[in-house]
């Protein structure tokens, strides 16, 4: 398990500034983890067990395509 001294969770809705904020610290020595870059990376590790959930739609070339996951997730 990770244990970080010292962390800073950065959220807000789209367009709030987070990426900005996170190259910023980036820059600056910080350590970034990516929530969305590791569930993406996780989809598209699983994609056969979202399709055999979802349905086929769901991949394109064995990946999944998060809008139409979303799509058909939501409904």
Same mark, same amino acid.
């Given at each position: 398990?990770?244990?970080?001294?010292?962390?800073i969770?950065?959220?807000?809705?789209?367009?709030?500034?987070?990426?900005?904020?996170?190259?910023?610290?980036?820059?600056?020595?910080? %350590?970034?983890?990516?929530?969305?870059?590791?569930?993406? %990376?996780?989809?598209?590790?699983?994609?056969?067990?979202?399709?055999? %959930?979802?349905?086929?739609?769901?991949?394109?070339?064995?990946?999944?395509?998060?809008?139409?996951?979303?799509?058909?997730?939501?409904a």
């Amino acid at each position: 398990m990770l244990q970080f001294k010292h962390a800073i969770v950065i959220t807000g809705s789209i367009g709030s500034g987070k990426s900005t904020v996170c190259e910023i610290l980036r820059e600056r020595g910080f %350590e970034i983890i990516d929530a969305d870059s590791i569930a993406h %990376e996780r989809l598209n590790l699983c994609a056969s067990e979202v399709a055999a %959930e979802f349905g086929d739609e769901v991949l394109s070339g064995g990946e999944a395509q998060r809008l139409v996951f979303a799509r058909v997730y939501f409904a």
